[in-house]
């Protein structure tokens, strides 16, 4: 019975850590090659630290916010400052039905637009390397097409 439990342990702990993702697969799941592996590393960090992600953007930033037009506030001069910032999360692709596609400029730049299936809506982020740090440099909430 001893054996067992510990054969039970020994599989699901390996199991557990089989399942884990490593850097190269989280690239791959972004589509960046292995040059890339900081931003991927910032990209990850950024949506599950709340502190670190405001440390990463210098605000004020440009951008809009979700569904622009019809928010009074907003102009063509619109920017967003840490009382007006929204902490963004993951976005599950799957639920969501949106689609990511990231475009690395240079190696200092990334492009990032999420788009609903319908297409007729998306989401831009713009990543740039900054004094050897990746920063949030613009930020389009969801909006029409």
């Given at each position: 019975?001893?054996?067992?439990?510990?054969?039970?342990l020994f599989?699901?702990?390996?199991?557990?850590?089989?399942?884990?993702?490593?850097?190269?697969?989280?690239?791959?799941?972004?589509?960046?090659?292995?040059?890339?592996?900081?931003?991927?590393?910032?990209?990850?960090?950024?949506?599950?630290?709340?502190?670190?992600?405001?440390?990463?953007?210098?605000?004020?930033?440009?951008?809009?916010?979700?569904?622009?037009?019809?928010?009074?506030?907003?102009?063509?001069?619109?920017?967003?400052?840490?009382?007006?910032?929204?902490?963004?999360?993951?976005?599950?692709?799957?639920?969501?039905?949106?689609?990511?596609?990231?475009?690395?400029?240079?190696?200092?730049?990334?492009?990032?637009?999420?788009?609903?299936?319908?297409?007729?809506?998306?989401?831009?982020?713009?990543?740039?390397?900054?004094?050897?740090?990746?920063?949030?440099?613009?930020?389009?909430?969801?909006?029409?097409?």
């Amino acid at each position: 019975m001893r054996y067992k439990k510990a054969a039970f342990l020994f599989g699901f702990l390996f199991l557990a850590f089989s399942c884990q993702q490593t850097t190269p697969d989280q690239d791959q799941a972004l589509g960046l090659d292995e040059s890339m592996d900081d931003f991927q590393a910032f990209y990850t960090r950024f949506h599950a630290d709340e502190d670190f992600q405001l440390a990463r953007i210098p605000f004020p930033i440009k951008g809009a916010p979700d569904n622009a037009a019809n928010k009074p506030e907003y102009d063509e001069n619109f920017t967003w400052t840490k009382d007006n910032w929204v902490i963004n999360k993951p976005i599950d692709l799957e639920k969501t039905q949106f689609r990511r596609e990231l475009q690395a400029v240079s190696d200092e730049l990334v492009i990032e637009k999420l788009v609903h299936q319908s297409g007729g809506y998306s989401m831009v982020r713009r990543f740039a390397k900054m004094e050897g740090q990746w920063m949030l440099i613009y930020y389009q909430g969801v909006n029409p097409q």
